[in-house]
């Protein structure tokens, strides 16, 4: 197994356009709250019975704020990618974390980078094919410092794609843009159905 982290990865961040902090900071509650109603008044108007249409609603809102963040948000803007080397200054200070395919990789962790949003990380070797840690004999049941050592030496480069901090307020007026705009499509529906029955009558 390569060597845990010795100082690596013992401080846990939540970026503010993280899962945890975007939804409850700057205008993105004004969408959220937008996106819990409007749905909630549609299901009312379909269903006609109160508790499913709670149910429903419920549901709905569960889903969105689960998927939203995983497969939406983090390319409403398409990511930055940033090309890392893995050098001896940069790899003591990496984070071995879980790559494709259940390969381990080296997360490097930059000053420049702090309140990114990362996005997804993988090493490549000098030939731009990609690199899993456990390939190391070096990193195999060894002194992290062999292993460090060994690593330094094979020219490998981490691709990060991310998500800067300064995009932070573009990312809430999309969010948030997007949510108003559906909560009114859900309206106009609403509206629309209501006056439809009141005519058929």
């Known amino acids: 197994m ?35 109603f409007a749905p909630g008044v549609t299901a009312g108007v379909l269903i006609r019975r109160t508790v499913p249409a709670m149910a429903a609603t419920l549901a709905t809102f569960l889903l969105i704020q689960i998927a939203w963040p995983i497969w939406v948000r983090p390319h409403l803007i398409p990511p930055a990618r940033k090309l890392v080397a893995l050098t001896a200054a940069t790899i003591p200070d990496a984070e071995l974390a879980a790559g494709p395919g259940g390969s381990t990789i080296l997360a490097p ?13 993988r090493d490549i070797g000098p030939a731009g094919r990609p690199f899993n840690v456990n390939s190391v004999s070096a990193c195999q049941g060894t002194t992290p410092q062999a292993c460090d050592n ?19 307020w573009a990312l809430q007026w999309y969010e948030t843009g997007i949510f108003l705009a559906a909560a ?3 309206a106009g529906f609403c509206f629309w159905s209501i006056r439809s029955r009141r005519l058929s009558r």
């Open 2 to 36: 390569p060597h845990p982290p010795s100082p690596r990865g013992n401080s846990i961040t939540f970026p503010r356009l993280g899962f945890a902090l975007f939804p409850t900071r700057g205008i993105a509650p004004l969408g959220y709250a937008a996106l819990a």
């Open 109 to 121: 962790s930059l000053p420049g980078m702090t309140g990114d949003w990362i996005i997804s990380t």
């Open 150 to 168: 060994t690593l330094s030496t094979l020219h490998l480069r981490a691709v990060i794609a991310c998500q800067p901090a300064s995009r932070f």
């Open 184 to 186: 009114m499509i859900l």
